[in-house]
């Protein structure tokens, strides 16, 4: 069976001190790997898509990269207003067509 | 500026009635999904169109019925057969290419409740 598994649960942070999300999955026929940002009450705000191993994407202070196995969402020197829920997901070929399967998320808290 | 609006943003259900969600994007894409949001769990689909007057089932598509008469829209109805309709749904839209592989956008959601 397919499956999506974001660490940790949660994660709380000094303004400043860097850390990284991780994102491992098992799953045949991987298209590709999307990373998203999730605050309260709102819809998954997309990031980057990863589609092979070895492959780094970067944005202001997150870099995502992509192993055969996993991904991790590096975040570097975090600020409060990056507080919120990343959600992982990964593109998966199927008989229906493609279809994203979703993690249950990282909710990170940035303090001052 | 181009997005997905969904509609209303709090819908309240009382037993045994039908509901109707609302989602229409300007962004031109051919391709629309439903999700559904619980607490401690990822998202999970519903129903997904790639092209006008064509969808298909999700993983928990028991219990929920959708249109797709214009590629800007894609009503979701929760009906009185869906027992545990409390959740946030989420509808997404992206473009159709030849791999297939572009992202989804999301709009904000309605978050529906039993009364």
């Known amino acids: 069976e397919d499956q999506v598994t974001q660490s940790p649960e949660a994660l709380r942070l000094q303004e400043g001190e860097s850390s990284s999300l991780n994102c491992s999955y098992t799953?045949?026929?991987?298209?590709?790997l999307f990373w998203y940002r999730q605050d309260p009450g709102k819809g998954p705000e997309f990031l980057f898509t990863?589609?092979?191993a070895g492959e780094e994407k970067e944005k202001e202070r997150l870099k995502a990269t992509l192993t055969k196995k996993e991904s991790f969402l590096h975040i570097t020197a975090p600020k409060p207003e990056d507080s919120a829920t990343y959600l992982c997901?990964?593109?998966?070929?199927?008989?229906?067509?493609?279809?994203?399967?979703f993690g249950t998320g990282t909710q990170l808290k940035v303090e001052l | 500026d181009g997005g997905i609006t969904q509609s209303p943003k709090y819908l309240f259900r009382k037993e045994g009635q039908n509901v109707t969600l609302s989602c229409e994007q300007n962004?031109?894409?051919?391709?629309m999904y439903w999700y559904r949001q619980d607490p401690g769990q990822g998202l999970r689909l519903i129903y997904y169109?790639?092209?006008?007057?064509?969808?298909q089932k999700g993983d928990i598509a028991e219990g929920y019925s959708v249109s797709r008469e214009k590629k800007e829209s894609f009503p979701l109805t929760v009906t009185s057969a869906q027992k545990n309709p409390t959740a946030f749904y989420l509808c997404?839209?992206?473009?159709?290419?030849?791999?297939?592989?572009?992202?989804?956008?999301f709009g904000d959601g309605t978050r529906l409740s039993i009364l």
């Open positions: 799953v045949s026929g991987l298209r590709g």
């Open positions: 997901a990964v593109n998966i070929l199927t008989g229906g067509g493609n279809k994203l399967t």
């Open positions: 997404a839209s992206s473009r159709k290419t030849a791999d297939s592989n572009q992202p989804q956008h």
């Open positions: 990863l589609y092979s």
């Open positions: 962004l031109n894409h051919d391709a």
């Open positions: 169109s790639q092209i006008v007057n064509d969808f």
